[in-house]
DNA sequence: GGCGAGATGGGTAGAACACCCCATGAGTAA
DNA sequence: TTACTCATGGGGTGTTCTACCCATCTCGCC
Protein backbone atom coordinates (compact mmCIF):
# COMPACT_ATOMS: atom_id res chain seq x y z
CA UNK A 1 0.00 0.00 0.00
CA UNK A 2 2.20 2.78 -1.25
CA UNK A 3 1.31 6.74 -0.77
CA UNK A 4 1.22 8.61 -4.33
CA UNK A 5 3.12 11.58 -4.29
CA UNK A 6 3.36 15.03 -5.86
CA UNK A 7 6.29 17.03 -5.43
CA UNK A 8 5.72 20.89 -5.72
CA UNK A 9 8.63 23.56 -5.75
CA UNK A 10 10.17 25.90 -8.00
CA UNK A 11 13.22 25.27 -7.57
CA UNK A 12 14.54 22.26 -9.79
CA UNK A 13 17.43 21.43 -7.78
CA UNK A 14 15.24 21.11 -4.74
CA UNK A 15 12.84 19.24 -6.27
CA UNK A 16 15.20 16.82 -7.74
CA UNK A 17 16.60 16.49 -4.25
CA UNK A 18 13.65 15.87 -2.74
CA UNK A 19 12.64 13.13 -5.21
CA UNK A 20 15.71 11.47 -4.22
CA UNK A 21 15.66 11.74 -0.94
CA UNK A 22 11.86 10.73 -0.74
CA UNK A 23 12.58 7.57 -3.16
CA UNK A 24 14.81 5.83 0.05
CA UNK A 25 10.91 5.56 1.90
CA UNK A 26 9.88 2.35 -0.44
CA UNK A 27 6.34 3.41 0.97
CA UNK A 28 6.20 6.42 -1.24
CA UNK A 29 5.75 6.72 -4.76
CA UNK A 30 6.40 10.16 -6.59
CA UNK A 31 3.95 10.06 -9.16
CA UNK A 32 4.50 13.63 -10.34
CA UNK A 33 6.40 16.65 -10.12
CA UNK A 34 6.25 19.89 -10.58
CA UNK A 35 6.79 24.23 -10.37
CA UNK A 36 3.61 26.20 -10.40
CA UNK A 37 0.98 26.41 -9.09
CA UNK A 38 -1.28 25.92 -12.48
CA UNK A 39 0.63 22.58 -12.96
CA UNK A 40 -0.24 21.24 -9.57
CA UNK A 41 -3.86 21.84 -10.40
CA UNK A 42 -4.12 20.02 -13.42
CA UNK A 43 -1.91 17.03 -12.04
CA UNK A 44 -4.33 16.46 -9.23
CA UNK A 45 -7.06 16.19 -11.53
CA UNK A 46 -5.46 13.55 -13.49
CA UNK A 47 -2.95 11.97 -11.21
CA UNK A 48 -5.57 12.22 -7.89
CA UNK A 49 -1.92 11.61 -5.66
CA UNK A 50 -2.46 10.69 -1.92
CA UNK A 51 -0.65 13.70 -0.80
CA UNK A 52 0.76 16.78 -2.35
CA UNK A 53 4.05 18.00 -0.72
CA UNK A 54 3.93 22.05 -1.21
CA UNK A 55 6.29 24.88 -1.35
CA UNK A 56 4.44 28.52 -0.45
CA UNK A 57 6.47 30.28 -2.47
CA UNK A 58 5.35 29.88 -6.13
CA UNK A 59 5.49 32.07 -8.83
CA UNK A 60 2.30 31.99 -10.26
CA UNK A 61 -0.11 31.84 -7.33
CA UNK A 62 0.82 31.10 -3.61
CA UNK A 63 1.02 28.01 -2.16
CA UNK A 64 -1.67 28.69 0.36
CA UNK A 65 -4.29 29.46 -2.61
CA UNK A 66 -2.99 26.50 -4.41
CA UNK A 67 -3.75 24.31 -1.36
CA UNK A 68 -7.15 26.34 -0.94
CA UNK A 69 -7.94 25.15 -4.20
CA UNK A 70 -7.22 21.77 -3.95
CA UNK A 71 -9.04 21.23 -0.75
CA UNK A 72 -11.65 22.43 -2.41
CA UNK A 73 -11.97 20.25 -5.45
CA UNK A 74 -10.47 17.16 -3.72
CA UNK A 75 -10.82 16.80 -0.17
CA UNK A 76 -9.66 13.55 0.16
CA UNK A 77 -5.73 14.77 -1.30
CA UNK A 78 -3.82 15.81 2.20
CA UNK A 79 -1.15 19.18 1.85
CA UNK A 80 2.03 18.82 3.46
CA UNK A 81 3.40 22.38 3.53
CA UNK A 82 7.28 22.25 2.96
CA UNK A 83 8.58 26.02 3.64
CA UNK A 84 11.29 27.94 4.80
CA UNK A 85 8.32 30.41 6.66
CA UNK A 86 8.42 29.55 10.19
CA UNK A 87 6.08 32.77 11.50
CA UNK A 88 2.63 33.02 12.63
CA UNK A 89 1.78 34.18 9.20
CA UNK A 90 1.84 31.59 6.72
CA UNK A 91 1.10 29.14 9.43
CA UNK A 92 -2.14 29.84 10.02
CA UNK A 93 -3.47 30.75 6.60
CA UNK A 94 -1.63 27.07 5.68
CA UNK A 95 -3.64 25.35 8.25
CA UNK A 96 -6.72 27.44 7.04
CA UNK A 97 -6.13 26.24 3.90
CA UNK A 98 -6.62 22.63 4.75
CA UNK A 99 -2.77 21.43 4.90
CA UNK A 100 -2.59 18.72 7.51
CA UNK A 101 1.46 19.15 7.64
CA UNK A 102 4.07 21.89 7.68
CA UNK A 103 7.55 21.17 7.71
CA UNK A 104 9.80 23.63 7.92
CA UNK A 105 13.22 22.77 6.02
CA UNK A 106 15.54 23.33 8.60
CA UNK A 107 13.55 20.00 9.77
CA UNK A 108 15.42 16.76 9.12
CA UNK A 109 14.71 14.69 6.12
CA UNK A 110 12.53 11.65 8.72
CA UNK A 111 10.36 14.25 10.05
CA UNK A 112 9.15 15.41 6.40
CA UNK A 113 8.39 11.41 5.84
CA UNK A 114 6.77 11.43 8.90
CA UNK A 115 4.56 14.16 8.10
CA UNK A 116 3.70 12.57 4.47
CA UNK A 117 2.77 9.54 5.93
CA UNK A 118 0.88 11.20 8.78
CA UNK A 119 -1.21 12.98 6.08
CA UNK A 120 -1.21 9.64 3.95
CA UNK A 121 -3.55 8.45 6.96
CA UNK A 122 -5.58 11.41 7.95
CA UNK A 123 -3.57 12.50 10.39
CA UNK A 124 -1.88 15.99 11.07
CA UNK A 125 2.13 16.41 11.76
CA UNK A 126 3.22 19.51 12.95
CA UNK A 127 6.87 20.58 13.64
CA UNK A 128 7.65 21.14 17.30
CA UNK A 129 8.02 24.75 17.07
CA UNK A 130 5.20 25.75 14.91
CA UNK A 131 2.48 23.39 17.15
CA UNK A 132 3.51 25.41 20.06
CA UNK A 133 2.31 28.24 18.51
CA UNK A 134 -1.57 26.51 17.59
CA UNK A 135 -1.66 25.83 20.99
CA UNK A 136 -1.07 28.44 22.50
CA UNK A 137 -3.35 30.08 20.31
CA UNK A 138 -6.38 27.65 20.96
CA UNK A 139 -5.86 28.15 24.79
CA UNK A 140 -6.11 32.15 24.20
CA UNK A 141 -8.89 32.09 21.69
CA UNK A 142 -10.16 28.43 21.18
CA UNK A 143 -9.48 29.32 17.58
CA UNK A 144 -12.55 28.85 15.43
CA UNK A 145 -13.03 32.08 14.27
CA UNK A 146 -9.54 32.86 13.26
CA UNK A 147 -9.82 32.62 9.62
CA UNK A 148 -12.85 35.22 9.70
CA UNK A 149 -10.60 38.24 10.75
CA UNK A 150 -7.55 37.94 8.56
CA UNK A 151 -5.54 40.79 9.98
CA UNK A 152 -4.01 38.61 11.88
CA UNK A 153 -5.88 38.97 14.58
CA UNK A 154 -4.75 42.63 15.37
CA UNK A 155 -7.29 45.51 16.82
CA UNK A 156 -8.39 48.29 15.28
CA UNK A 157 -6.04 50.58 17.22
CA UNK A 158 -3.07 47.90 17.91
CA UNK A 159 -3.11 48.25 13.83
CA UNK A 160 -2.79 52.00 14.59
CA UNK A 161 0.08 51.58 16.63
CA UNK A 162 1.91 49.34 14.29
CA UNK A 163 2.04 52.33 12.27
CA UNK A 164 3.61 54.73 13.96
CA UNK A 165 5.97 51.56 15.62
CA UNK A 166 7.40 50.96 12.72
CA UNK A 167 7.94 54.27 11.52
CA UNK A 168 10.86 54.19 14.21
CA UNK A 169 9.34 56.81 16.65
CA UNK A 170 9.66 56.26 20.13
CA UNK A 171 6.71 54.91 23.04
CA UNK A 172 7.09 58.30 24.53
CA UNK A 173 6.65 60.41 20.83
CA UNK A 174 4.01 58.00 19.52
CA UNK A 175 1.84 58.43 22.99
CA UNK A 176 2.24 62.42 22.36
CA UNK A 177 0.71 61.77 18.70
CA UNK A 178 -1.76 59.57 19.77
CA UNK A 179 -2.66 61.63 23.20
CA UNK A 180 -2.05 58.30 25.40
CA UNK A 181 0.57 57.29 27.91
CA UNK A 182 3.72 56.20 26.65
CA UNK A 183 2.68 53.23 28.81
CA UNK A 184 -0.25 51.90 26.84
CA UNK A 185 1.98 52.36 23.68
CA UNK A 186 4.49 49.90 25.38
CA UNK A 187 1.18 47.74 26.22
CA UNK A 188 -0.25 47.81 22.36
CA UNK A 189 3.40 47.18 21.42
CA UNK A 190 3.44 43.93 23.43
CA UNK A 191 0.17 42.42 22.78
CA UNK A 192 0.73 43.03 18.81
CA UNK A 193 4.23 41.44 19.77
CA UNK A 194 2.70 38.84 21.37
CA UNK A 195 -0.34 37.88 18.58
CA UNK A 196 2.08 38.05 16.06
CA UNK A 197 5.28 36.14 17.39
CA UNK A 198 7.76 38.68 17.03
CA UNK A 199 9.70 39.87 19.47
CA UNK A 200 11.99 42.96 18.90
CA UNK A 201 11.31 45.93 16.67
CA UNK A 202 13.35 44.79 14.02
CA UNK A 203 11.26 42.43 13.67
CA UNK A 204 8.61 44.84 13.61
CA UNK A 205 9.45 46.42 10.81
CA UNK A 206 10.40 43.60 8.17
CA UNK A 207 6.59 42.20 8.99
CA UNK A 208 5.42 45.59 8.26
CA UNK A 209 7.03 46.15 4.94
CA UNK A 210 5.70 42.28 4.11
CA UNK A 211 2.50 43.23 4.60
CA UNK A 212 2.85 46.62 3.11
CA UNK A 213 1.99 48.47 5.57
CA UNK A 214 4.63 50.72 4.84
CA UNK A 215 6.89 51.56 2.16
CA UNK A 216 11.02 51.07 3.25
CA UNK B 1 40.57 12.39 -10.32
CA UNK B 2 37.02 12.60 -8.20
CA UNK B 3 36.23 16.08 -6.88
CA UNK B 4 36.32 16.32 -2.82
CA UNK B 5 32.87 18.52 -2.33
CA UNK B 6 31.51 20.04 1.05
CA UNK B 7 27.95 20.61 1.18
CA UNK B 8 26.93 23.91 3.21
CA UNK B 9 22.71 24.99 3.75
CA UNK B 10 21.01 25.20 6.76
CA UNK B 11 18.39 23.12 5.73
CA UNK B 12 18.59 19.29 6.67
CA UNK B 13 16.23 18.64 4.11
CA UNK B 14 17.43 20.22 1.49
CA UNK B 15 21.23 18.85 2.02
CA UNK B 16 20.21 15.66 1.89
CA UNK B 17 18.26 15.87 -1.36
CA UNK B 18 21.37 17.38 -2.54
CA UNK B 19 23.73 14.69 -1.33
CA UNK B 20 21.23 12.44 -2.77
CA UNK B 21 21.33 14.37 -6.01
CA UNK B 22 24.56 14.50 -6.40
CA UNK B 23 25.85 10.95 -5.59
CA UNK B 24 24.46 10.05 -9.11
CA UNK B 25 27.85 12.12 -10.58
CA UNK B 26 30.32 9.66 -10.07
CA UNK B 27 33.05 11.87 -10.44
CA UNK B 28 31.49 13.88 -7.40
CA UNK B 29 32.70 12.49 -3.29
CA UNK B 30 30.52 14.59 -0.95
CA UNK B 31 33.78 14.42 1.99
CA UNK B 32 31.29 16.90 4.04
CA UNK B 33 27.74 18.29 5.11
CA UNK B 34 27.32 20.93 7.32
CA UNK B 35 24.92 23.96 8.26
CA UNK B 36 26.76 26.67 9.40
CA UNK B 37 29.98 28.84 8.56
CA UNK B 38 31.56 28.44 11.53
CA UNK B 39 31.55 24.79 10.87
CA UNK B 40 32.57 25.30 7.04
CA UNK B 41 35.33 27.06 8.42
CA UNK B 42 36.64 23.91 10.36
CA UNK B 43 35.98 21.49 7.60
CA UNK B 44 37.77 23.40 5.08
CA UNK B 45 40.83 23.04 7.16
CA UNK B 46 40.25 19.91 8.26
CA UNK B 47 39.18 17.92 4.66
CA UNK B 48 40.59 20.50 2.06
CA UNK B 49 38.34 19.84 -0.13
CA UNK B 50 38.01 21.00 -4.09
CA UNK B 51 34.67 22.56 -3.73
CA UNK B 52 32.38 24.22 -1.05
CA UNK B 53 28.83 24.25 -2.38
CA UNK B 54 27.76 27.30 -0.36
CA UNK B 55 24.37 28.40 0.60
CA UNK B 56 23.77 32.07 1.55
CA UNK B 57 21.61 32.40 3.74
CA UNK B 58 23.73 30.31 6.63
CA UNK B 59 21.99 31.57 10.56
CA UNK B 60 25.59 32.49 12.20
CA UNK B 61 27.26 34.22 9.32
CA UNK B 62 26.23 34.91 5.93
CA UNK B 63 27.63 32.95 2.83
CA UNK B 64 29.15 35.83 1.68
CA UNK B 65 31.59 36.16 4.46
CA UNK B 66 31.67 32.85 4.28
CA UNK B 67 32.99 32.68 0.84
CA UNK B 68 35.23 35.75 1.93
CA UNK B 69 37.37 34.02 4.24
CA UNK B 70 37.61 30.63 2.77
CA UNK B 71 39.00 32.26 -0.12
CA UNK B 72 41.38 34.19 1.89
CA UNK B 73 43.11 31.46 4.00
CA UNK B 74 42.27 28.56 0.79
CA UNK B 75 42.53 30.56 -1.93
CA UNK B 76 42.64 26.83 -3.99
CA UNK B 77 39.61 26.16 -3.20
CA UNK B 78 37.06 26.79 -5.12
CA UNK B 79 33.17 28.04 -4.46
CA UNK B 80 30.19 27.65 -5.92
CA UNK B 81 27.52 29.32 -4.93
CA UNK B 82 23.38 27.91 -4.66
CA UNK B 83 20.98 30.64 -3.86
CA UNK B 84 17.21 31.86 -3.99
CA UNK B 85 18.88 34.75 -4.56
CA UNK B 86 18.83 36.08 -8.19
CA UNK B 87 19.36 39.79 -7.35
CA UNK B 88 21.84 41.79 -8.47
CA UNK B 89 22.94 42.79 -4.46
CA UNK B 90 24.04 39.42 -3.42
CA UNK B 91 25.27 38.33 -7.13
CA UNK B 92 27.80 40.45 -7.40
CA UNK B 93 28.84 40.23 -3.91
CA UNK B 94 29.54 36.78 -4.17
CA UNK B 95 31.64 37.32 -6.99
CA UNK B 96 33.82 39.85 -5.10
CA UNK B 97 34.07 36.95 -2.79
CA UNK B 98 35.91 35.19 -4.81
CA UNK B 99 33.09 32.62 -6.05
CA UNK B 100 33.72 30.18 -8.55
CA UNK B 101 30.06 30.03 -9.78
CA UNK B 102 26.42 30.76 -9.21
CA UNK B 103 23.95 28.59 -9.21
CA UNK B 104 20.21 29.84 -8.53
CA UNK B 105 17.92 26.43 -6.61
CA UNK B 106 15.12 26.97 -9.49
CA UNK B 107 18.39 25.17 -11.85
CA UNK B 108 18.46 22.18 -13.23
CA UNK B 109 20.39 19.33 -11.31
CA UNK B 110 22.51 19.23 -14.60
CA UNK B 111 23.48 22.86 -13.81
CA UNK B 112 24.47 22.57 -10.75
CA UNK B 113 27.35 19.69 -11.53
CA UNK B 114 28.12 21.35 -14.32
CA UNK B 115 28.84 24.08 -12.19
CA UNK B 116 30.58 22.09 -9.46
CA UNK B 117 32.86 20.38 -12.71
CA UNK B 118 33.48 23.73 -13.78
CA UNK B 119 34.87 25.16 -10.49
CA UNK B 120 36.73 22.04 -9.90
CA UNK B 121 38.84 23.00 -13.19
CA UNK B 122 39.66 26.59 -11.97
CA UNK B 123 36.60 27.83 -14.30
CA UNK B 124 33.42 29.92 -13.86
CA UNK B 125 29.88 28.83 -14.27
CA UNK B 126 27.22 31.95 -13.87
CA UNK B 127 23.69 30.65 -14.49
CA UNK B 128 22.60 32.72 -17.66
CA UNK B 129 20.28 34.63 -16.51
CA UNK B 130 23.20 36.33 -13.86
CA UNK B 131 25.66 36.10 -16.89
CA UNK B 132 23.72 38.54 -18.41
CA UNK B 133 23.75 40.59 -15.23
CA UNK B 134 27.39 41.03 -15.26
CA UNK B 135 27.98 41.56 -18.71
CA UNK B 136 25.10 44.28 -18.89
CA UNK B 137 27.47 46.30 -15.90
CA UNK B 138 30.47 45.21 -17.81
CA UNK B 139 29.22 47.39 -20.33
CA UNK B 140 28.51 49.92 -18.98
CA UNK B 141 30.77 50.71 -15.88
CA UNK B 142 33.33 48.64 -16.84
CA UNK B 143 32.81 46.98 -13.07
CA UNK B 144 36.28 47.48 -12.15
CA UNK B 145 34.84 50.06 -9.14
CA UNK B 146 31.57 48.45 -8.10
CA UNK B 147 32.06 47.51 -4.88
CA UNK B 148 33.26 50.96 -3.55
CA UNK B 149 29.81 52.36 -4.04
CA UNK B 150 27.16 49.47 -3.29
CA UNK B 151 26.84 51.65 0.19
CA UNK B 152 27.70 55.16 0.60
CA UNK B 153 31.08 55.24 2.20
CA UNK B 154 30.77 52.32 4.33
CA UNK B 155 33.90 49.87 4.53
CA UNK B 156 33.91 46.42 4.11
CA UNK B 157 33.53 45.52 7.59
CA UNK B 158 30.86 48.01 8.22
CA UNK B 159 28.95 46.80 5.59
CA UNK B 160 29.06 43.26 7.00
CA UNK B 161 28.26 44.40 10.81
CA UNK B 162 24.89 46.04 8.87
CA UNK B 163 23.99 42.88 7.70
CA UNK B 164 24.21 41.63 11.39
CA UNK B 165 22.46 44.59 12.57
CA UNK B 166 19.69 44.33 10.49
CA UNK B 167 18.60 40.52 10.67
CA UNK B 168 17.90 41.78 14.23
CA UNK B 169 20.50 40.30 16.31
CA UNK B 170 21.56 42.40 19.47
CA UNK B 171 25.60 43.68 20.05
CA UNK B 172 26.63 40.31 21.97
CA UNK B 173 25.25 38.21 19.47
CA UNK B 174 26.92 39.68 16.52
CA UNK B 175 29.87 39.94 17.97
CA UNK B 176 29.64 36.46 18.86
CA UNK B 177 29.09 35.25 15.02
CA UNK B 178 32.20 37.46 13.92
CA UNK B 179 34.50 37.01 16.60
CA UNK B 180 34.57 40.42 18.11
CA UNK B 181 33.94 42.08 20.99
CA UNK B 182 30.20 43.59 21.60
CA UNK B 183 32.06 46.88 21.60
CA UNK B 184 33.27 46.88 18.86
CA UNK B 185 29.79 45.74 17.14
CA UNK B 186 28.70 48.93 18.27
CA UNK B 187 31.69 50.89 17.39
CA UNK B 188 31.09 49.78 13.84
CA UNK B 189 27.07 50.35 14.18
CA UNK B 190 27.81 53.70 15.50
CA UNK B 191 30.14 54.65 12.50
CA UNK B 192 27.72 53.11 10.54
CA UNK B 193 24.60 55.17 12.00
CA UNK B 194 26.57 58.36 11.60
CA UNK B 195 28.01 57.56 7.89
CA UNK B 196 23.76 57.52 7.13
CA UNK B 197 22.90 59.51 9.07
CA UNK B 198 20.41 57.17 10.47
CA UNK B 199 19.80 56.88 14.95
CA UNK B 200 17.90 54.07 15.24
CA UNK B 201 17.72 50.24 14.17
CA UNK B 202 14.55 50.35 12.91
CA UNK B 203 15.66 53.29 10.41
CA UNK B 204 19.05 50.84 9.31
CA UNK B 205 16.33 47.92 8.51
CA UNK B 206 14.64 50.49 6.53
CA UNK B 207 17.40 51.22 4.75
CA UNK B 208 18.71 47.70 4.11
CA UNK B 209 15.26 47.00 2.41
CA UNK B 210 15.58 49.95 0.34
CA UNK B 211 19.08 49.11 -0.73
CA UNK B 212 18.07 45.72 -1.35
CA UNK B 213 20.84 44.21 1.33
CA UNK B 214 18.17 42.17 2.77
CA UNK B 215 14.58 40.79 1.92
CA UNK B 216 11.79 41.91 4.14
C1' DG C 1 -26.79 41.78 35.43
C1' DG C 2 -22.70 39.69 34.21
C1' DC C 3 -18.99 38.53 31.01
C1' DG C 4 -15.39 39.19 27.79
C1' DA C 5 -12.78 42.21 24.89
C1' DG C 6 -10.71 46.45 24.07
C1' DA C 7 -8.39 50.55 25.52
C1' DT C 8 -6.41 52.83 29.04
C1' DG C 9 -2.61 53.37 32.58
C1' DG C 10 0.97 52.29 36.63
C1' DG C 11 5.19 49.75 38.38
C1' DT C 12 9.48 47.05 38.09
C1' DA C 13 13.66 44.78 36.35
C1' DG C 14 16.99 43.57 33.26
C1' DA C 15 18.67 43.97 28.89
C1' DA C 16 19.76 46.55 24.97
C1' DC C 17 20.57 50.76 22.69
C1' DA C 18 22.56 55.44 21.36
C1' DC C 19 26.08 58.43 22.12
C1' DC C 20 30.02 60.17 24.16
C1' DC C 21 35.13 59.47 26.02
C1' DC C 22 39.57 56.98 25.37
C1' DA C 23 43.35 53.83 23.28
C1' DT C 24 46.36 50.28 20.22
C1' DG C 25 48.00 48.04 16.14
C1' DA C 26 48.12 47.20 11.00
C1' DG C 27 48.30 48.79 6.84
C1' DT C 28 48.63 52.36 3.30
C1' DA C 29 49.41 56.53 1.02
C1' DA C 30 51.65 61.11 0.86
C1' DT D 1 58.64 59.19 8.39
C1' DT D 2 54.40 61.04 8.99
C1' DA D 3 49.63 60.94 8.49
C1' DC D 4 45.66 58.64 7.67
C1' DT D 5 42.06 55.00 7.57
C1' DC D 6 40.47 50.80 9.36
C1' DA D 7 39.45 47.41 12.78
C1' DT D 8 39.84 46.41 17.27
C1' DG D 9 38.37 47.19 22.21
C1' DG D 10 37.61 49.49 27.08
C1' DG D 11 34.65 52.79 30.06
C1' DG D 12 30.57 55.53 31.24
C1' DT D 13 25.74 57.58 31.09
C1' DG D 14 21.35 58.17 30.18
C1' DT D 15 17.54 56.48 27.37
C1' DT D 16 14.79 52.98 25.45
C1' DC D 17 13.06 48.59 24.95
C1' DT D 18 11.09 44.01 26.32
C1' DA D 19 8.54 41.49 29.43
C1' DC D 20 6.30 40.67 33.28
C1' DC D 21 2.96 42.22 37.34
C1' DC D 22 -1.21 45.01 38.44
C1' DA D 23 -5.56 47.93 37.81
C1' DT D 24 -9.91 50.68 35.92
C1' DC D 25 -13.38 51.94 32.47
C1' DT D 26 -16.45 51.25 28.56
C1' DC D 27 -18.85 48.78 25.33
C1' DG D 28 -21.51 45.13 23.21
C1' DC D 29 -23.60 40.79 23.90
C1' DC D 30 -26.14 36.93 25.89
Same mark, same amino acid.
Given at each position: MTIRLILVDDHAVIRSGLRMLLEDAT? +?? *? $???????? #?? +? #???? !?????? $???? *???????? *? #? &? &?RQIKQRWPETAIVALTIHEDEEYFFRMLEAGASGYVPKRAAPDELITAIRA? &??? #?? @?? @???? &? !? +? +? $??? @??STGFQDRSSDMMDGLTPREQEVLVYLVEGGTNAEIGEQLHISPKTVSRHRENIMRKLNLHSRTELVKYAIRKGIIQP
Amino acid at each position: MTIRLILVDDHAVIRSGLRMLLEDATD +LE *I $VGEMGTAR #EV +L #EAVE !KLRPDV $VLLD *IGLPDLSG *I #E &A &ARQIKQRWPETAIVALTIHEDEEYFFRMLEAGASGYVPKRAAPDELITAIRAA &AED #EV @YL @YPSL &A !K +L +L $VRD @YLSTGFQDRSSDMMDGLTPREQEVLVYLVEGGTNAEIGEQLHISPKTVSRHRENIMRKLNLHSRTELVKYAIRKGIIQP
